[in-house]
């Protein structure tokens, strides 16, 4: 049997963030899209991983055989354990995802949605990005925010399927209702975070400066806290005079933001942690009172030194979009 493929630099360190965050090894592997045993491997020995290969038995199964596993599974949301029975393989579906894992070209992915980007947005994030080389430190002081849906009966998004590397990736757009949901605001910066505010799906912006008088300005104004940006995107409530002018007033500098750009925020990366711990082992809610709770708690549990690492990673961010000419980042 060929060698599986290597563990990539980027997934080595997102291995040791979620383990040394307390995420399980199955749970890493989801994240990652790779096998779990592979990364408590790396995670258990770093120095020798991929040195040490042992030889086992021959494969069960041919070449043939493993060609068309991948062929079946190429950008599909399908399980190992179909696949053995559509092709009607005498191994087990343990069998079928090592073949799986073991090719060059598949990875297991969650699907993303994101906002197509024209020319000129993509003009624009390059010329944001440049403009932010020099930024340094001021990333430490500045508040990053953003709103975010949860549903009833789990998170939106999280679909999961074989993606060929070599193929386009697979778009889902997110499902409605949920069975009831909860719109949430809040923000962070590497040495606080905001309260929770639970806000409605539709705000004007009366509604919006009364929600940052609540819960930006306590942090904002800290004795302990030394803030100088705020960021949030361009939602016509935000930006609109009215908005701009209570900042103005607060003496709150407004970050420029490039439209279509949540990739470029790292409380995108603190949502995902945040949804996995609220529906952590597939949990679902029977009221919004109890949702509410446990995103409160878990939302106060995340690590600090957890958030300022988030933070500490705009710099790369700004670095990869100036690489990558303005095009969406893959984190």
């Not at 563990?7 to 995420?23: N, P, V």
Request: net charge positive.
């Amino acid at each position: 049997m060929g060698r599986a493929r290597q563990l990539t630099e980027f997934e080595k360190g997102q291995i040791k963030i979620l383990r040394d965050h307390g995420h399980n090894w199955n749970q890493i592997g989801r994240e990652i899209g790779r096998d779990g045993e592979t990364c408590k491997r790396y995670y258990m020995d770093p120095k020798n991983y991929g040195i040490n290969y042992k030889t086992g038995r021959p494969s069960s199964l041919s070449k043939r055989s493993k060609m068309l596993i991948s062929r079946e599974a190429s950008n599909k949301m399908t399980s190992s354990t179909v696949i053995v029975e559509k092709l009607n393989l005498q191994v087990s579906p343990r069998t079928v995802r090592r073949v799986l894992n073991s090719s060059p070209h598949l990875k297991y992915a969650k699907m993303t949605r994101k906002p197509i980007l024209t020319k000129l947005h993509k003009e624009r994030r390059l010329a944001w990005a440049r403009e932010k080389v020099v930024f340094g430190k001021n990333w430490e002081t500045t508040i990053f925010s953003d709103e975010k849906k949860f549903n009833l009966d789990g998170p939106d998004g999280f679909a999961y399927y074989w993606h060929d590397l070599r193929k386009e990736k697979r778009i889902f757009s997110t499902r409605g209702g949920g069975g009831g949901s909860v719109m949430i605001w809040a923000g962070f910066s590497s040495t606080g975070r905001t309260s929770i505010a639970f806000c409605q799906p539709k705000m004007n912006s009366i509604d919006y400066q009364n929600l940052m008088a609540d819960h930006l300005l306590p942090l904002w104004l800290h004795p302990d806290q030394n803030h100088t940006t705020f960021q949030q995107d361009n939602a016509p409530i935000h930006k609109s005079k009215s908005t701009l002018e209570w900042f103005d007033q607060n003496a709150i500098v407004v970050m420029d933001w490039p439209a279509c750009s949540p990739d470029l925020n790292p409380i995108e990366n603190v949502w995902g942690i945040l949804a996995r711990r609220v529906y952590a082992e597939g949990k679902h809610f029977g009221s919004l009172q109890e949702l509410k709770l446990t995103i409160i708690r878990e939302w106060e549990a995340l690590p600090q030194d957890l958030l300022k690492k988030l933070v500490n990673s705009m710099p790369k961010r700004v670095g990869d979009v100036i690489f990558h000419h303005g095009r969406h980042l893959d984190n």
